[in-house]
């Protein structure tokens, strides 16, 4: 499956990627951590998001990647951060500035050990609420 990574003209300054998202967006089949999806399985997604952060928060620099499907939550990579190691930032899309924050992990990694928790949780509800 091939997947859109941001081209360097459009990411902050010296960001780069943390090699573990690297390697999943480099898999055949991108993990399903359902309610999170990752954006960068469609161009058109990843670029809508790019720019509404832009947009909407000009003082930050921030690289969307992920999104809850049953809100307007993403996480963003700290785009100001160059050690290839980032915090994860939950945002609030479309909240006015100054009201976006929902939060961080420390890196990527912290980031996809708590939403496969939090998809492991979500599937087995909807398993429940199926029976």
Not at 25 to 51: A, G, K, R, V, Y
Not at 68 to 80: E, K, L, Q, R, W
Not at 84 to 91: A, E, H, L, N, S
């Amino acid at each position: 499956m091939g997947v859109y990574l941001y081209e360097k003209n459009e990411l902050p300054d010296g960001f780069k990627y943390p090699e573990d998202y690297i390697e999943i967006m480099n898999m055949d089949i991108i993990p399903d951590i359902e309610p999170w999806s990752f954006i960068c399985e469609f161009q058109e997604s990843s670029s809508f998001w790019m720019m509404e952060v832009k947009t909407k928060y000009p003082n930050r620099e921030l690289v969307p990647f992920a999104k809850v499907n049953y809100s307007d939550d993403i996480a963003c990579f700290d785009g100001a951060d160059i050690s290839g190691d980032p915090k994860v930032y939950y945002i609030h899309a479309f909240a006015s500035s100054g009201w976006e924050d929902r939060g961080y992990s420390d890196n990527f990694d912290e980031w996809l050990k708590i939403a496969r928790l939090e998809s492991a949780r979500h599937k087995s509800e909807l398993a429940e609420n199926q029976e």
